[in-house]
């Protein structure tokens, strides 16, 4: 009888499996060897149990979806996990980052850490519930707001994505305690994390599948027009219908509804900042094709 599961990762040929609350070693049927079908964690598959915990590989069901960077298939959310303090929180990247699950149409999460260190005013700068996201801070040693993501990832695929040190293996360690993740700690020359993960898989945490990615400090983004930049920040979406023009960039242009409320402070500067100097490069970017 053939049972339904999630390709958590390939390895020396064979292909592990979370199917029926266990992980299967699985070979491939023959075809897709012929076929040389490629594989990729997040997908799900269809496998036929064997001796133990040995299964064959039967079927690859459609993706629903995938990223690149990870490569990663069928995913239902992204966790996308900075630190409140060392490092201080990169708010271009985690721009970025919204941009990038939000051109992938991927539920998002903002995750702040380290909520116990000494930081001072706790609250990030950039005030995303505010725009419209949702954000949980947690402290991986006090376990606040742990409890929160444990409930967030119980059943679904999950990608953990942020820069290096902003504590993305501790909170796997602390979502999935006695199975620790190796850690790296932040470098002072750099204030930034050693990359502690090398490779993506789907690892089994708090009753779901999450990939803890590598770490990394910049993005590109994904392919666009210049005017579809703008539908990434919510901020602009909900205001733009009152710019003088429908085409408005919210660069040069006057009677701009978006430097209005930049002026009045209803937005945010970095924001702003950021999605001008974003449109930039979507620009240079368009030159090319």
């Known amino acids: 009888m053939l049972i339904q599961g999630t390709l958590m990762k390939g390895y020396a040929g064979f292909y592990y499996v979370y199917a029926d609350d266990r992980v299967w070693e699985c070979s491939l049927r023959g075809r897709f060897r012929v076929k040389k079908q490629e594989f990729i964690p997040g997908d799900k598959v269809m496998v036929l149990p064997g001796t133990g915990d040995k299964a064959t590989i039967e079927k690859v069901l459609e993706r629903q979806n995938s990223l690149v960077r990870p490569y990663i298939a069928n995913v239902d959310q992204v966790l996308l996990v900075f630190s409140l303090k060392t490092p201080d929180p990169d708010y271009n990247l985690l721009d970025r980052l919204l941009i990038q699950a939000g051109e992938a149409g991927i539920s998002i999460l903002i995750v702040f850490t380290k909520e116990d260190l000494d930081v001072g005013n706790k609250t990030p700068s950039v005030d995303y519930r505010r725009i419209g996201y949702e954000v949980v801070q ?21 990608v953990l994505a942020g820069p290096s040190g902003s504590g993305k293996s501790s909170l796997i360690n602390a979502l999935n305690p006695g199975k620790a993740l190796k850690t790296g700690n932040v470098s002072d020359k750099i204030g930034r994390g050693r990359h502690t993960t090398r490779h993506v898989e789907l690892l089994s945490v708090a009753g779901g599948l999450v990939a803890d ?19 990434y920040f919510p901020e602009f979406v909900r205001i733009k219908q009152e710019c003088r023009f429908s085409s408005c960039l919210h660069d040069k242009e006057p009677d701009c509804a978006v430097k209005e409320a930049l002026s009045e402070s209803l937005i945010s500067s970095s924001r702003y900042e950021h999605y001008l100097q974003f449109l930039k490069e979507v620009i240079e970017h368009e030159k090319k094709y």
Not at 138 to 157: C, M, P, Q
């Open 138 to 158: 947690v402290s991986n040693r006090t376990l606040t707001g742990i409890d929160e993501i444990a409930e967030r990832l119980k059943g679904n695929v999950s």
């Open 213 to 231: 990615t590598p770490g990394f400090s910049s993005l590109y983004l994904p392919e666009m027009k210049r005017e579809e930049l703008q539908s």
